[in-house]
């Protein structure tokens, strides 16, 4: 018996990765959870996704429905959304975006969130979620051993940058590369940086840094160094600037 | 805060664009070698890149190599893989091969609708070969930022093989 357990699910138009590891739980209820966990993904698409005229959000930004008439789910991702937009003083802004308030830039994360909290409630200790490049990392992939993750390099698409031992904790990276080299910020300044990674306690805070990050450059440390227990790193052209314990 | 010149790992980069593909999900892993890179000595992993919800064996199978695998077969030619719906529109590639190692995979259709498909396009041959480097790596378990990995494209290309016989 394999003492690993990978799923790929394609949804969102791309593919979220689930691979665990069964060094400290057994294979009870595998199947049970990995459905859950598919399950929900595909409800975050349904009511989250940009590209459904029928979606929640985009009855939000065409204005059919007001923020006050939805459930619990959507106004906890607008309630994380607010406060993103004041910890990274507007360089992250959902409702900045063209076409009205478009939380992508936190949802995928915070899916992530979930279905690690749903594979933890299920018993398993050791595994990990990428979804699409954010990543949710619990325990260890072999016993003792933390999970080492690679960083997309912004300049060479199959290489990396860098990578990182991880464990407990998320990942996420954001760059030009993915977003076209036209974009602005929604100060209307330019972006200088080429792409920011953090890493830090949950996969919805960090998938909104990352952004925050890209978008404000090397002055985002400003903020970003207030927030105890994150790590952060930008790459502008070929310099690295990077703050924190998990890039020491 | 610290600055550092950024540079790349050579450690990886020297397994870059070499694919492990298991096409059928059984059987020995193929070592695939992309259109960068010619040779699969750095790989020294089995970890497959299947897809669909089987079980995924341990890349951390000492004793293999993927340098040699494909054995008996020796082929040579090309062929055109499915056409695969990949949401944004049809993705569809095209493989070459020669003595059994896949020497050259190109795209032969790629959605390119609106603009969100056309940068999703433009990602989707890098962003296989990151997969794979990620994938074949005994060492990494994945990227961050490394978003737009195609399931049409793996998917198109593993028909591909499936023609060639191997």
């Known amino acids: 018996m394999s003492d690993r357990f990978v799923h790929e699910e394609h949804v969102w138009g791309t593919v979220v990765v689930i691979d665990i590891r069964f060094h400290r739980s057994g294979r009870h209820n595998l199947d049970k959870a990995i459905r859950e966990v598919s399950e929900w993904l595909h409800d975050v698409d349904s009511v989250f996704s940009t590209f459904k005229s029928d979606s929640i959000i985009t009855l939000l930004r065409t204005g059919q429905i007001s923020e006050d008439e939805v459930d619990a789910g959507v106004a906890n991702v607008i309630s994380r959304c607010r406060r993103m937009v004041d910890i990274t003083e507007g360089a992250f802004d959902p409702w900045a975006v063209e076409g009205g308030f478009d939380p992508s830039g936190l949802v995928k994360g915070w899916a ?14 050791d595994f990990m979620i990428n979804a699409a490049g954010d990543l949710a990392i619990r325990g260890f992939v072999e016993p003792g051993t933390r999970w080492t993750i690679g960083i997309q390099h912004p300049h060479l698409p199959d ?39 953090v890493i830090g306690s949950d996969c919805a805070t960090a998938d909104a840094l990352a952004t925050a990050l890209l978008i404000a450059g090397r002055n985002g440390f400003q903020w970003f160094q207030r927030l105890p227990g994150w790590s952060g790193q930008i790459i502008i052209d070929d310099t690295v600037i990077s703050h924190g314990p998990s890039f020491d | 805060m610290k600055r550092a010149p950024l540079v790349t790992l050579s450690t990886f980069a020297g397994v870059a664009g070499v694919l492990l593909l298991n096409p059928s999900g059984a059987g020995s892993p193929l070592a695939l070698a992309g259109n960068t890179t010619g040779t699969t000595s750095g790989a020294t992993n089995t970890s497959s890149t299947s897809t669909g919800t089987s079980p995924t ?29 990949a949401r944004y529109g049809y993705v569809q590639v095209k493989v070459t091969a ?13 959605p390119n609708g609106d603009g969100r498909s056309m940068m999703i396009s433009q990602q989707v041959e890098p962003m296989l070969k990151e997969q794979a480097l990620a994938a074949q790596s005994a060492n990494i378990q994945g990227v961050s930022g490394a978003s737009y990995t195609s399931y049409g494209y793996q998917q198109s290309l593993q028909s591909a093989l499936t023609k060639l016989g191997m």
Do not use: M, W
């Open chain 1, 159 to 197: 290489q990396i940058s860098g990578s990182v031992e991880l464990t407990d904790c998320a990942i996420a990276t954001s760059g030009r590369y993915e977003r076209g080299e036209h974009i602005v910020s929604p100060h209307g300044t330019p972006i200088v940086a080429s792409s920011a990674t």
């Open chain 2, 98 to 110: 020669k003595n059994g190692k896949i020497t050259d995979i190109t795209a032969v259709q790629l």
């Open chain 2, 57 to 85: 064996t341990s890349g951390s199978n000492p004793g293999a190599t993927a340098a040699a695998t494909p054995t008996a077969t020796a082929t040579s030619g090309s062929a055109t893989g499915d056409a695969v719906d």
């Open chain 1, 112 to 125: 992530a969130d979930r279905a690690a909290e749903i594979l933890t409630e299920y018993g398993f200790h």
